[in-house]
Every structure is written in structure tokens, then in C-alpha cells.
């Protein structure tokens, strides 16, 4: 028989195993803690990869920009050069248009002047056809007088005859010249309209190209406006150009930083991870040699009710209630609708009923037991605790908390407490509560055997 330790060894012991559990729950604490630096070192890695990603968007973009600035500015000099030609031929066209307007303004004041003149001619040539009307009068007066007189006045007949046809001539003559002084007054009055109307058009160009003028003088301005305009887009581009090559090495310096730190921190958490399991292990030491702590009575207890787990199971399955491919099938279908994921197997219906009556009671054995339920090797747990075990609602938080039942727990203390093999194991470990929030708990957990098959675990779970 092996010798029992003596009183104070005992009394080492049970120190041993309390500064174990105490040194568990400080590990554990801190692996949380590296846990937290290690998602948010994570998480800034990402975001880095993203921000870098958005810094070459930003430099390839503003590469474009900086090309688009370039041309906008050399387009804008060709436009400044277009448009200043062609202010200046609106400009020579409006000088000309004034010359223009300026001498049909004269021509239809000449016409004016041509129109009078042509008035006093034609007055004066009536004035000469009514003199030679009288002097034909007069002339066929001294002929007749001259007949009178006979033989004396046959030299004064041939004078009167002379004059005679000179008046006739003269009549003939004025006609003529006041035909055509009403006709050149016709083409006069004509050319006075139409000067006139020319003179009106002109005017309108005239009053349109001062008008496109002022235009063209503001489109100058315009485009002198945005010349400067586009030479302040490619001069920020350029400093943003600047700016973005500075950025790109300190994203790198930052981002090997991160990758440095990230990899120290994951080296740290594998550390911490080893510590623990030594704890632990000083834990199982220390009470395998005799040693006594406050979790000795829910080791006891855990350990009793997986034996009767197991004792069930192999009830159920003698009584045909379960089939061992049943009892140990690993295949999980999910269960559509569900956040948390909840999963099911073949073997839930009957689990749901042999299970509480042996895992309810254990919440009353200590009011810091949180939860008593069965896993199996992979971490998936059927049946938890009525409080732990309720219809899923649209808060995803809330289900986190309240409805753990039909879910696969594969985190580190879920799968070994599934699979240990050893007569219990103690785990210290942050519970996930949902929402952000942890809780420090102890997790005892005994291996569940079935014809000297293992098919899991039970878990106790308790605070300190």
C-alpha cells in the first residue's frame, strides 16, 4: 500500500493545490486580457491592410487626377487662346460693322441731300416749261400779227417761227428732264429706304456684337478663372502626390510594428496557454497525492454524476431507447434561423430526457454553480440546464446568455473538458456571457465512459 502523507505534508499540499487555483485564475485572467490585445491587434492589422489598401486607391486615383489636371490645364490654355481670337475678330467685326453703319448713315444723308437738289431741279424745270409754254403763246401771237401785217411782217413771221420751235424744243426738253428727275427721285427714295434699312441692321449688329462681345469678354474671364483654377488642382495634386509617398514608408514602419507586436502578443498568449495547462496539472497533482482544496466537494459531486450519466446512457441503450451508433454520432445539422448556430443529432429527443433529473440538481448543491451539462468529445452540449435552454429570440445577445442549448462549445476549455480522459480536470476560464461581457469561472469537468467507451464529459461550472 502506498504510504499517506503525514499531516503537514497534507497541509503543503492543500497549500499547493489553493496557490494552483489561484495562480489558474490570475493566468486565465491574463490570457483574457492578451486575448482582447490580440483581437484588437488583430483588428488594427486589418484596418491597417485596409487604410494601406485606401492609401493606394487614393494614390492611384490621385495619379489620375493629377494626369486629369494636366490636361484640363493644357486644354484650358488652348480654349484661353481660342477664345481670346475670337474676341478679338468680334471685336474688328463690331469696329467694321461701325464703319459700315457709319457710312450708310452718310449714304442715306446723301440721299437726303441728292433728294432736295433733285426737288429744287424739277421745281425750276416746271418753272421752265410753263416760260416755254408762254413764249409758244407769245410766239403764235406774232405770227398772227405778222400775217396781219402782210409783207412788213414777214421777217417778224420767221422770228416767231424760230422762237415758235424753240419754245416746242424746250417744252420737249423739260419733259424730258422731268421724266427723268422723277425717275431718279423714284431710285433716290428707293436707295434712301433702302439705306435706311441697312443703317437699322447695322445698328442691330452693331448693338448684337458689343453684346457677344461683353459675352466673350466674360468667357475670357471665365475660362482665365478656371486656368487659375486648374493650376490650384495641380499643384494640390502634386503636394497630395508628395504627401501620399511620405505616408506609404510610415504605413509600412506602422504595419511592421503591428505584425511585430501582433507576433508577440501570440506568442505571449501560446505561453500563457502553457502555463495554464501547468496549473492545471498542478491542480490534478496536488489532489492526486492527497491534497484538499475548496473544490474537492464538486469534484466529488461531478465525478458521481458522470458515472451516472454514463449508468444512463447504458440504461437507454439496453432498453432499446438509444442505439450505440446513435449515441455516439457525430453528425450536426444546423438548425435553420438560429444566431448563435444551434446544431442537432439523432440522439437529442431522448438526451432532453434522461439528462435533467441528473444535471438540475447539481445547481442546488452550491450557490456558486452556474451551469451542470453533458459534452460530448467535440464540445457540443444536447442538453443544458431549463434556465440556459430557451427559445431563441431576434436578440442575438440575448441568445448568447439564454439559449446555449443545441450549440457546439469547441473553445479550449470546452473541448477538454470533453475529452479528458482523467478521473476530473479543473479549468480556470473567462465565460462568454454575451454583449461584450465575461465572467471568471471554474469548470470541473469528469470524463462520461459507456461500455468503457468515452463519449464526453460533464461540466460543472461554478464562481470563485
Not at 103 to 125: C, E, H, M, P, Y
Not at 254 to 271: K, L, N, P, W, Y
Not at 300 to 314: H, K, N
Not at 328 to 352: E, G, M
Request: with cysteine.
Amino acid at each position: 500500500m502506498t504510504a499517506r502523507p503525514d499531516l503537514p505534508e497534507i497541509s503543503h499540499l492543500n497549500d499547493l493545490a489553493g496557490s494552483a487555483s489561484t495562480l489558474g485564475y490570475e493566468i486565465v485572467d491574463l490570457a483574457g486580457f492578451l486575448d482582447m490585445i490580440e483581437r484588437q491587434a488583430q483588428d488594427q492589422r486589418t484596418a491597417l491592410t485596409v487604410l494601406s489598401d485606401s492609401a493606394n486607391d487614393i494614390e492611384t486615383a490621385n495619379g489620375a487626377v493629377d494626369v486629369a489636371a494636366t490636361d484640363l490645364v493644357q486644354s484650358v490654355a488652348r480654349t484661353h487662346a481660342d477664345v481670346g481670337q475670337s474676341v478679338e475678330m468680334m471685336r474688328d467685326l463690331g469696329n467694321r460693322s461701325r464703319d459700315v453703319a457709319a457710312w450708310v448713315q452718310d449714304l442715306s444723308d446723301r440721299s437726303d441731300a441728292v433728294g432736295k437738289t433733285l426737288a429744287a431741279v424739277k421745281a425750276n424745270n416746271m418753272q421752265i416749261a410753263a416760260i416755254s409754254m408762254q413764249v409758244n403763246t407769245l410766239a403764235i401771237n406774232a405770227k398772227i400779227e405778222a400775217a396781219r401785217a402782210g409783207d412788213a411782217g414777214l421777217g417778224f413771221a420767221v422770228v416767231a417761227e424760230a422762237i415758235n420751235e424753240l419754245s416746242q424744243k424746250t417744252k420737249g426738253a423739260a419733259a424730258e428732264i422731268s421724266a427723268n428727275i422723277e425717275t431718279l427721285t423714284h431710285w433716290i427714295a428707293a436707295l434712301g429706304t433702302e439705306s435706311t434699312d441697312v443703317a437699322e441692321q447695322a445698328m442691330g449688329v452693331i448693338a448684337q456684337s458689343t453684346d457677344t462681345d461683353r459675352a466673350l469678354g466674360r468667357m475670357e474671364q471665365s475660362v482665365n478663372d478656371t486656368k487659375r483654377e486648374a493650376a490650384r488642382i495641380a499643384e494640390h495634386s502634386a503636394q497630395v502626390q508628395r504627401a501620399i509617398a511620405a505616408f506609404g514608408p510610415n504605413m509600412l514602419g506602422i504595419g511592421q510594428s503591428i505584425a511585430q507586436t501582433f507576433d508577440g502578443i501570440v506568442e505571449a498568449h501560446g505561453r500563457i496557454e502553457r502555463l495554464v495547462d501547468t496549473s492545471e496539472e498542478i491542480v490534478q497533482s496536488s489532489a492526486a497525492l492527497g491534497g484538499m482544496t475548496e473544490d474537492a466537494h464538486f469534484i466529488d459531486d461531478v465525478r458521481r454524476r458522470a458515472v451516472a450519466v454514463g449508468a444512463a446512457f447504458e440504461h437507454a441503450l439496453a432498453h432499446g431507447d438509444l442505439s450505440e451508433a446513435s449515441l455516439f454520432d457525430r453528425t450536426y445539422v444546423p438548425l435553420h434561423n438560429t444566431k448563435p448556430q444551434q446544431v442537432a443529432t439523432s440522439y437529442n429527443d431522448v438526451l432532453d430526457r434522461i439528462l435533467p433529473p441528473i444535471q438540475e440538481p447539481a445547481l442546488d448543491v452550491d450557490s456558486r454553480v452556474v451551469f451542470c451539462a453533458a459534452v460530448d468529445i467535440n464540445g457540443y452540449l444536447p442538453t443544458h440546464n431549463t434556465k440556459f435552454s430557451r427559445p431563441q429570440s431576434d436578440d442575438e445577445v440575448w441568445n448568447t446568455a439564454n439559449s446555449r442549448n443545441r450549440r457546439i462549445f469547441d473553445d479550449r476549455v470546452g473541448l477538454k473538458a470533453g475529452r479528458n480522459t482523467a478521473p476530473f480536470l479543473l479549468q480556470v476560464y473567462r465565460r462568454d456571457m454575451g454583449g461584450g461581457t465575461f465572467k471568471m469561472m471554474k469548470d470541473l469537468s469528469a470524463p462520461i465512459f459507456v461500455h468503457g467507451q468515452h463519449w464526453g464529459g460533464l461540466r460543472l461550472a461554478y464562481t470563485f
